[in-house]
């Protein structure tokens, strides 16, 4: 978690203002001793996240338009946040937007939107994880090697697996 931190604090956000996805994970996991029960699909997300230390997203697609971006918002684009009011991230700030310019997580990973949560009627979904700390690059695709594992085991069919870089920064929903 300190990586996190002090990432956080190099672009500039105070570290313990918006903890990460993962961080309050684990935070609530130490206090409560358990994790929350929400969808199978989370569940296991929130246990693979907690054994990495890593966040990990997980977004229905039947509500992405065409792909997802990670980059730099604009200040325009629309956030749907969990109480319901529509929300413009700030220019600068780093978003998983879509092409309709709907905003699926804010500062990383760390702030989901309600637009794309997982429900019972989910039939397609994406999952993210994120790294920026110095051993990111072995830790991540460490993650995904669980995570793939662990979906096939609960009887999930991942489809298809891609690292997002800075070079490569989007995901296109193939259908």
């Not at 956030?79 to 997580?105: K, L, M, N, S, T």
């Amino acid at each position: 978690m300190q990586a996190w931190r002090r990432a956080f604090s190099q672009m500039g956000l105070k570290p313990t203002q918006y903890r990460s996805a993962a961080e309050a994970l684990l935070r609530r996991f130490r206090k409560e001793d358990t994790l929350p029960t929400l969808h199978p699909l989370v569940d296991l997300c929130n246990a693979v996240s907690l054994t990495y230390a890593l966040p990990v997203a997980v977004f229905d697609l039947e509500f992405v338009d065409g792909f997802i971006v990670v980059r730099h918002a604009d200040g325009d684009e629309h956030y749907e946040a969990f109480g319901g009011e529509v929300e413009h991230p700030e220019a600068g700030e780093v978003i998983f937007v879509d092409a309709a310019r709907q905003v699926h997580a804010r500062r990383w990973t760390f702030r989901q939107s309600r637009r794309s949560i997982v429900s019972s009627t989910t039939r397609r979904a994406l999952v993210v994880s994120e790294g920026l700390h110095a051993q990111a690059a072995d830790d991540v695709p460490a993650l995904l090697d669980t995570l793939i594992s662990e979906l096939n085991t609960a009887g999930f069919t991942p489809s298809r697996q891609t690292i997002l870089t800075a070079t490569a920064p989007r995901w296109q929903d193939c259908g």
